[in-house]
């Protein structure tokens, strides 16, 4: 049964580090100024993740661990949101920081859940140092600059209320990548956006992300780009659907090494990128400090008319 008030944290676990697992766990039962309940969701972790909590570290009863058959992270967030009471919903990962007040501040901006809302997230190195920042300043109906790789904000530095998440539907299965994108950009087009600049989360970057599968994380990219335009079949051949496909063109650009594309691939990219959205290919190659760092961007910006 859903309780009004109660905001449900929802954090999954598979095969966790054991010390960055108990910060993230502390980080969750350390929130201030509110009611919450922490829904930890063990996806088949061959050491159950109960194992690695102490009891003593959670005497009010908060933490409600859910064990499911490995499945993915997905599946695990769905198993969550099956068990969650709260009225609102945060996802967050099983090896980063949240602020302490950053839930309470997050549910306050809502306005009674009329609002997604949103904070910073600060990226962090293995042992949390400050590497950078993503935030925004973006506010309303900002699906499209979401779409088109404007909305520079993480998923667990966002509060989303129940009936966004309800109207949603549950995180795709299908997607073994990019369904952090997905989702937020299925719950943009639900309800308008808000935020504000403190930051939420502390996001711990590490040798064990997915760098290897870049490829695969283009792919998906562009398949969650096509499911927005079978959603939204009106703005199919538009300016945004060109501007769209001329960003997925450039991100496989950027993204050459890793694709094992040698540099002739890479400026066929940015032209292809040129004839569908010059503008926007302008903006990338003029502005992005890669392509400003290496010479083959002059000359892609010479070819195409860009400088």
């Known amino acids: 049964m859903t309780r009004t008030g109660l905001v449900s944290i929802v ?6 580090r054991g010390d960055w697992f108990r910060d993230a766990v502390s980080s969750v039962l350390d929130q201030r100024d509110l009611e919450f309940e922490l829904v930890l969701v063990d996806d088949g972790s061959p050491e159950p993740v109960e194992s690695l909590l102490d009891p003593t570290d959670d005497p009010d009863g908060r933490i409600r661990l859910v064990r499911i058959e490995h499945a993915g992270l997905a599946a695990a ?7 969650a009471r709260g009225s609102w919903f945060r996802f967050v990962d099983a090896d980063d920081v949240l602020e302490p007040n950053s839930t309470a ?4 901006l809502s306005d009674g859940g009329r609002w997604i ?5 600060a990226l962090c190195d293995a042992q949390m140092r400050p590497t950078g920042m993503k935030r925004s300043t973006l ?15 993480r998923h667990m530095s966002m509060v989303f209320p129940r009936a966004v998440v309800e109207a949603v539907g549950p995180w795709d299965t299908t997607l073994r990548q990019c369904q952090d994108w997905d989702f937020v950009l299925r719950a943009l087009e639900q309800a308008p956006a808000r935020g504000e600049a403190a930051i939420a989360t502390y996001y711990r970057r590490h040798g064990e992300a997915v760098s290897a599968n870049v490829a695969r994380a283009v792919d998906y990219e562009t398949l969650v780009v096509d499911r927005y335009f079978a959603r939204h079949p009106e703005e199919a051949g538009t300016e945004i659907e060109r501007e769209a496909r001329a960003k997925l063109l450039l991100v496989r650009a950027k993204a050459a ?7 002739r691939e890479r400026l066929a990219h940015v032209a292809r990128a040129a004839g569908l959205h010059p503008r926007r290919t302008a ?23 860009l400088r």
């Open 77 to 83: 967030r769905n198993a969550g949101i099956a068990t």
């Open 105 to 108: 501040r997050l549910v306050a």
């Open 257 to 263: 090494p890793a694709l094992g594309m040698g540099r």
């Open 139 to 153: 506010a309303g109906s900002i699906a499209r600059e979401c779409l088109l790789y404007r909305f520079d904000v």
């Open 117 to 121: 809302t949103y904070g910073t997230t």
């Open 11 to 16: 954090m999954c676990a598979w095969k966790p």
């Open 283 to 305: 903006e990338e190659v003029g502005r992005d400090a890669y392509w400003a760092s290496r010479a083959a961007a002059g000359t892609a910006a010479r070819r195409l008319g």
